[in-house]
């Protein structure tokens, strides 16, 4: 793939904003601070970086995250150069920061996800690397761009937090390669993975522990899901980060094909994660105008919780294969 469009377009850029997605995970974020460091390297030039929800605590070890800024503290009228999205499938997932993305004289949306449309001027986007973290990984390569060690780190956390520990389909034989590049250009493996996996707090921990409980299983156990109401979030004083892995702990068990969590949203609706064995999850999440991968996806429904899980399994029912 022909990069030097983008090159070109970063080189002649006077200020860059680059914007990770809503509820943000290892990937948007590493992704994001990995492009950062990369632009700072590479081009000596600084870029803002615009969070639209706060980041998740076991993610404060990533480099420079703290020089990024919640939407908030943007003023909105100013217009920038180059507005780059990193793992975001659809603008609706940054939000209000979508009339930043619409203003910038000139948009790149760099992503993985198979549903992603082409909504920027320059999209790249490979449905078949791990994580939008490889895809940053591949045009720093091709561009011959700087590497150091916390862009190693940024990128290592992506690809890893993407494939679920190099657990998940979307890992290939390139995936390995490219992971062992960033460990020898500074990454720390178990550094990084205790800081990701093992780090959760008690209330993270209690609060799981609770919507697990409360799980219902249909279909010979076949389908796992649970619902999270407001109320439960208040109960545990626990945040959007605490939904965290939540959904793969229900796929893990032994007879679940397909696992899904409701989260009932304070402005209204239900947000949906879903993961699957076997059936493609992003095409049922697009139903109700979600997307995401076959295995791993979500959409929001404008609906009560139970109403949203009762259409979410009336699609599932309709696979035959289940």
């Excluded at 990533?62 to 009228?77: H, T």
């Excluded at 990128?155 to 995936?175: C, E, H, Q, V, W």
């Excluded at 979600?290 to 139970?306: D, L, M, N, R, S």
Aim: hydrophobic share 40%.
């Amino acid at each position: 793939m022909d990069y030097s469009e983008i090159h070109n377009t970063i080189k002649s850029a006077k200020n860059i904003l680059l914007i990770s997605h809503v509820n943000p995970d290892g990937d948007t974020l590493g992704s994001m601070c990995a492009l950062y460091c990369a632009i700072e390297e590479t081009f000596k030039k600084k870029c803002d970086m615009m969070l639209l929800s706060k980041v998740p605590a076991v993610y404060e070890f990533l480099p420079n995250i703290d020089k990024a800024k919640n939407i908030e503290d943007f003023d909105k009228s100013r217009v920038y150069d180059l507005a780059i999205t990193l793992d975001v499938a659809a603008l609706d997932r940054i939000c209000s920061g979508e009339i930043f993305f619409e203003k910038a004289l000139k948009t790149i949306n760099i992503d993985h996800h198979q549903t992603t449309k082409n909504y920027a001027d320059i999209n790249i986007i490979d449905p078949d690397a791990s994580s939008t973290g490889e895809v940053v990984y591949g045009i720093m390569k091709t561009l011959d761009w700087k590497m150091n060690a916390d862009i190693a780190v940024n990128l290592y956390t992506a690809i890893l937090t993407d494939t679920g520990s190099f657990r998940f389909d979307n890992t290939k034989p390139s995936t390995f390669e490219i992971a062992a590049e960033l460990v020898r250009a500074g990454a720390n493996p178990p550094e990084i993975y205790k800081n990701v996996y093992e780090s959760d707090s008690r209330t993270i921990v209690l609060f799981q522990a609770h919507c697990i409980s409360k799980s219902k299983f249909l279909e010979d156990d076949k389908i796992a899901y649970t619902i999270v109401y407001k109320k439960d979030m208040e109960k545990f004083n626990a945040g959007d980060d605490a939904m965290e892995g939540m959904t793969e702990k229900l796929r893990a068990i032994v007879t679940t094909r397909i696992a899904f969590v409701v989260k009932e949203m304070k402005s209204g609706g239900s947000k949906v994660s879903m993961r699957s064995k076997f059936a493609d999850a992003a095409q049922i999440c697009a139903v109700f105008s979600g997307g995401g991968h076959k295995f791993a996806a979500g959409c929001t429904i404008k609906a009560a919780p139970e109403q949203a899980a009762k259409l979410i399994l009336e699609e599932i029912k309709k696979i035959k294969e289940l």
